[in-house]
């Protein structure tokens, strides 16, 4: 099933504006009551606002549009994440100025009626995007050193409307500045900004966050150095 709503030059009402708005909270709960799934505590402080003042919608000095692309699988226990957190980001860096991409397979849970709320969320927020839902009619097999290829082609799923350009017809000026890359993972709006302003203050081509699994860096195989030497040879 695949929810595709391009809502370029929407106008955003003032209560959205200044604060998330009634349909978005409202959306928020039905969330909640429907995944009983954990949340972080967030906090922007002063401290927050300053830092990332050059990334607000309203104060950067040009316009940035973002594509957004999100994979998810059996994720109910993290979506109510998504649902607090992400509106705080779209509302920071401006929802008009973001494409979101997501792509689900292979849900045996709550995932895909969790994903037809999101759709709505983001329409109330009026951020463009396109939600791709195909639950158990397409599983794919990781076994037999196939996990890197199963998890490319997802990945790729989600990035369809950037390779295609119908993403860039939904974001002013036709363009897309930034590429946003998320999995299913619990975090607060500022540790995207935080790697939003790392990439830009840094003028890098990629910025990465670190995945933390229990209390070490997770998937430590892949990680690479600036010269491409794997991690792990370094210790």
Known sequence: MTFYSPVANISIPSNVSSGLGKAVVSIQKEAYALANGRRPTCRQTSWHRKRYAS???????????????????????????????????????????VFVSVYENGSDDKTPELLKLFGDLLIALGTPHKIVTRGQQEKSD??????????????????????????AKSVHGGLFHEMLFMNDIHFCAVDILEVLYQKRSQRANQACAMDWGSKIVYDRWIIRTMAGRSILSSF
């Open 142 to 167: 990781k076994g037999g050193g196939n996990r890197i290829n199963v998890l490319a082609a997802a990945r790729n799923a989600a990035l369809e409307p950037l390779y295609s350009g119908d993403a």
């Open 55 to 97: 990334l607000h919608s309203t104060t950067a000095s040009r316009t940035t549009n973002i594509f957004l692309g999100i994979n998810f699988h059996n994720n109910e226990d993290v979506l109510p994440t998504f649902f607090q957190e992400l509106p705080q980001l779209l509302r920071h860096v401006g929802p008009h100025q």
